[in-house]
């Protein structure tokens, strides 16, 4: 288990279509492993492989149980609703934009065995389920905004929550 590097925008890898896994090997497990090792050093709520500079299509996503999901070769399936909040990524540090995802999402993913399975993500699990899978096809949530939130517009953000939520 290693903490790997961080690549930040900017960088090619970022930018590049990653290629499916097709060897569920030692090599595999171990990139597994880093990336979970690094995301939680860095306390994110997902990390995509290009992000540590493997263009291969691997990603962690923390669910709503605080659990890390390895997802290798993840599709979605189905998605349903709409959500629009604040987006970030480690790749982008300290910025935040407002982003509309779908609010559930249904996806199926091969886990470090090549065995397939099929998961279903609401809320902040649905949002991060597209942003990781955007990585995997050289995107960033930045394409999505016409600006990166300002302290006051997060606050609000954040303070129209806390009252809806009362
Ligand atoms: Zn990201």
């Not at 923390?62 to 659990?67: A, C, P, Q, S």
Request: hydrophobic residues 35%; proline residues 4%; charged residues 30%.
């Amino acid at each position: 288990m290693a903490i790997r590097k961080i690549v930040t925008q900017g960088d090619p890898m970022l930018t590049k279509k990653c290629r499916q896994v097709t060897d569920f090997n030692d090599r595999l497990h171990q990139l597994l492993d880093d990336m979970k090792d690094t995301l939680a050093e860095a306390q994110g709520a997902g990390l995509a492989a290009p992000q540590v500079g493997v263009l291969r299509r691997a990603v962690i996503v923390v669910d709503d149980t605080d659990e890390m999901l390895e997802l290798v070769n993840p599709e979605i399936l189905s998605q349903s609703g709409e959500q629009a909040g604040p987006e970030g990524c480690l790749s982008v540090p300290g910025k935040w934009g407002m982003v509309s995802r779908p609010s559930c999402v249904r996806i199926r993913a091969q886990d470090r065995f090549g065995n397939w399975f099929e998961a279903e993500g609401e809320d902040l699990t649905a949002r991060c389920f597209c942003h990781e899978i955007e990585h995997l096809d050289g995107h960033l949530y930045v394409e999505h905004i016409d600006h990166f939130m300002t302290e006051d517009e997060l606050e609000e953000f954040y303070e129209a929550e806390e009252n809806r939520a009362k």
